[in-house]
């Protein structure tokens, strides 16, 4: 029990602190609503999976619990919610880690994929300072691969898969933070939560998977 709610202590710490700051973005003097404007956002950043950590495979080694993450969402105006404009959308991210696990000819790399219909809450301008308050469920994909990656003729990097142990997928949703201060520039939390179950393909009692599922990440906006 103190195990699990040392995970998600920042979690709670960090959506414990949501309400007060939403009232200081509501203050804000916005501008006329329109409705039906769209809005999108291109990010990268850091995610965190401390699950990938406690991992024990038979082979010895184990998986970094910090990745990387890219993020592409869009998402339209809908209405007004007393202060707040509310958007409905959809985000599409794709995250990896590596590890010290041996296959083959190389060690294990964690790859996972999201696509969650969403909705955010936006307080105050985009052309100001604006903050979003963002919820979404959908689905998720997990997989470990041994990857053999080597440049073309073009120097682009070349991956071939050559063994992958794992691969599941599952429902789960997403609570999340984001904002930023003018135009073109957004930053975000989002805290993911996925059960992917008792870990296959790398040996008895591995381990189990699942949320929360940290990202960290920041990137440009478009749009209203």
């Not at 950590?53 to 619990?65: H, N, V, W």
């Not at 202060?83 to 696990?101: E, K, N, P, R």
């Not at 992958?164 to 609570?175: A, K, M």
Request: aromatic residues 12%.
């Amino acid at each position: 029990m103190i195990l699990n709610l040392h995970k998600h202590w920042l979690t709670a710490i960090i959506f414990g602190l949501i309400l007060p700051v939403t009232s200081i973005y509501a203050d804000d003097e916005s501008e006329p609503y329109v409705q039906g404007r769209w809005s999108g956002t291109a990010t990268a950043g850091l995610v965190i999976w401390n699950d990938l950590k406690d991992l024990e495979p038979a082979a010895g080694g184990g998986f970094d619990s910090v990745g990387f993450v890219v993020e592409f969402a869009g998402h339209k105006h809908v209405t007004r919610w007393g202060s707040a404009d509310v958007l409905i959308g959809a985000d599409f991210g794709i995250f990896a880690t590596q590890s010290d696990i041996p296959g083959i000819t190389e060690d294990f790399t964690q790859r996972g994929l999201y696509l969650t219909p969403s909705i955010k809450f936006r307080f105050g301008e985009r052309s100001r300072r604006y903050l979003n308050l963002e919820a979404g469920l959908g689905w998720y994909q997990v997989d470990f691969a041994e990857l053999i990656c080597d440049e073309d003729i073009f120097n682009n990097i070349v991956c071939i898969e050559i063994a992958e142990p794992f691969d599941e997928d599952s429902l789960g949703g997403y609570l999340g933070i984001s904002g930023g201060f003018g135009g073109g520039f957004i930053m975000g939390l989002k805290v993911h939560f996925a059960d992917f179950g008792a870990v296959t393909g790398l040996g008895t009692d591995t381990g189990y998977l699942k949320g929360p599922i940290y990202i960290v990440s920041l990137g440009g906006a478009s749009g209203g």
